[in-house]
């Protein structure tokens, strides 16, 4: 167990819906990552942020947008959901926002887009 | 896209065999790590290596890199069947390529181990 909680597991909706997916990092980590895993396009960074602040991008799309709270938990919001978003979203952690910094993954969520 | 290609997409052995897998990137880099994930599960980290750094241990794992190929293998000795998953390489980009010190890790598409008991 990495100390990284994600939720849902698993999530099933429609195309077009919107969907929020929620992350809590380790006790003490500041950087919040996602990332995205499909069978196409493998593992894919999407977006960082660090004690509230976005502090890189990944090719992420312009439906999807992240926000870290104030308590440091972290949501992707995904919208206009198409088919091919259809993945297993992870987020991690790392205590700071350095390069060398380790990151912790959570479980991952599991969409799937009919 | 992605940044590493590894080599080979699967790989099986039986147990107490050691197992190599190899990756390579195209950019300059800070560093980077290889990382495990058991059947689509969450993602462990495993090892780093520093771009100024050739070879490094941890247990059982032997990483080695070379910048001038661009390129990093991963050895496993011993393996065991609880070894089996796929193994991911990843980098973090240099500031020649462009990067920052921020922890962007670009994977490569992995390499499925599977030790045999």
């Known amino acids: 167990d990495s100390g990284v909680t994600q939720t849902p597991k698993h999530l099933i909706t429609a195309t077009g819906q919107r969907v929020t997916l929620r992350c809590s990092p380790r006790?003490?980590?500041?950087?919040v990552y996602w990332y995205q895993q499909s069978l196409d396009q493998g593992l894919q960074f999407l977006i960082q942020?660090?004690?509230?602040?976005?502090?890189a991008k990944g090719n992420i799309l312009e439906r999807f947008s992240a926000q870290q709270f104030p308590d440091l938990h972290s949501e992707l919001n995904l919208s206009s959901l198409e088919l091919g978003d259809s993945a297993l979203y992870f987020c991690?952690?790392?205590?700071?926002?350095?390069?060398?910094?380790?990151?912790?993954f959570g479980p991952g969520t599991r969409l799937t887009v009919l | 896209s992605q940044q590493g290609e590894e080599d080979p997409q699967a790989l099986s052995i039986q147990e107490g065999e050691n197992a190599t897998m190899n990756c390579s990137y195209k950019?300059?880099?800070?560093?980077l790590q290889w990382y495990r994930q058991n059947s689509g599960r969450g993602l462990v980290h495993l090892i780093l290596?520093?771009?100024?750094?050739r070879e490094k241990h941890s247990g059982r794992l032997r990483v080695t890199l070379d910048t001038s190929k661009k390129s990093s293998s991963l050895l496993i000795t011993a393996s065991r069947a609880a070894d089996t998953a796929s193994y991911f390489c990843?980098?973090?980009?240099?500031?020649?390529?462009?990067?920052?010190?921020?922890?962007?890790?670009?994977f490569g598409q992995g390499t499925i181990l599977t030790v045999h008991p």
């Open positions: 991690a952690s790392s205590v700071g926002v350095g390069a060398t910094d380790t990151q912790y």
């Open positions: 006790s003490g980590d500041l950087s």
């Open positions: 942020y660090y004690n509230g602040e976005e502090r």
């Open positions: 950019t300059s880099i800070n560093n």
């Open positions: 290596i520093r771009s100024n750094e």
């Open positions: 990843a980098t973090v980009p240099g500031e020649r390529a462009g990067g920052t010190s921020y922890g962007k890790l670009t």
